[in-house]
């Protein structure tokens, strides 16, 4: 059974930082590309960025971009958000996404989501 | 960036009621187009991918159609698990956009 576990969330400052972990099971975890998802307390959903397969590529949001850094550690089954130069406005739920197998920009399996809350 | 709208933004229905769900494109994204649903305080479930294909496992009440920029979502009898917000999210070319989500409430 797929399971993905999202850690790492919690208070931080503006202009902090803060690294997210996904630790994933179930799955060759190699064989997949991840993504981050997030979503504001009460809004709608917005993806962050996704790594390909190997680290052979990422792509972020263009509003993370330069401020966020996706990564993997094929060795730990894990994925990873380091999460820089925080805005208040980056308060939301990050969830760690799978690729569908054979359709690379949908999600078939997801966390359940780690709090993120930017505040002074 | 693509942008994605959804409508209607809220949308109140009976059990056993047919439901559409509109999704468009600000341009082009041939067929990849995903819905999801989301319960509250639940992570997403994907239900259908490249428009119009069901993922493994959904119910087939649920089905997925395109005509150009529009997409649409239909629940050809609505069930009591179905009360959710479901979104519409494009993968034809970074960045990967969302649309605002429908609330689907019970009447």
């Known amino acids: 059974e797929v399971h993905l576990l999202e850690s790492g969330g919690g208070l931080v400052q503006p202009g902090g930082s803060l690294r997210l972990s996904c630790a994933a099971s179930?799955?060759?975890?190699?064989?997949?590309?991840m993504s981050w998802v997030r979503q504001a307390p009460g809004k709608g959903l917005e993806w962050v960025s996704v790594?390909?397969?190997?680290?052979?590529?990422?792509f972020y949001a263009a509003s993370m971009k330069g401020r966020f850094t996706i990564s993997r550690d094929d060795s730990k089954n894990t994925l990873y958000l380091q999460m820089n130069s925080l805005r208040v406005e980056d308060t939301a739920v990050y969830y760690c996404?799978?690729?569908?197998?054979?359709?690379?920009?949908?999600?078939?399996?997801w966390g359940q989501g780690t709090l993120v809350t930017v505040s002074s | 960036d693509i942008q994605m709208t959804q409508s209607p933004s809220t949308l109140s229905a009976s059990v056993g009621d047919r439901v559409t769900i509109t999704c468009r494109a600000s341009?082009?994204?041939?067929?990849?187009l995903a819905w999801y649903q989301q319960r509250p305080g639940k992570a997403p479930k994907l239900l259908i991918y490249?428009?119009?294909t069901l993922e493994s496992g959904v119910p087939s009440r649920f089905s997925g159609s395109a005509s150009g920029t529009e997409f649409t979502l239909t629940i050809s009898t609505l069930q009591p698990d179905d009360f959710a917000t479901y979104y519409c999210?494009?993968?034809?070319?970074?960045?990967?956009?969302f649309g605002q989500g429908t609330k689907v409430e019970i009447k």
């Open positions: 999210q494009q993968y034809n070319s970074y960045s990967w956009t």
């Open positions: 341009q082009s994204v041939n067929s990849w």
């Open positions: 179930g799955f060759t975890f190699s064989n997949f590309a």
């Open positions: 790594i390909y397969r190997s680290g052979s590529s990422t």
């Open positions: 490249q428009a119009s």
């Open positions: 996404a799978k690729a569908h197998q054979g359709q690379l920009g949908t999600f078939d399996y």
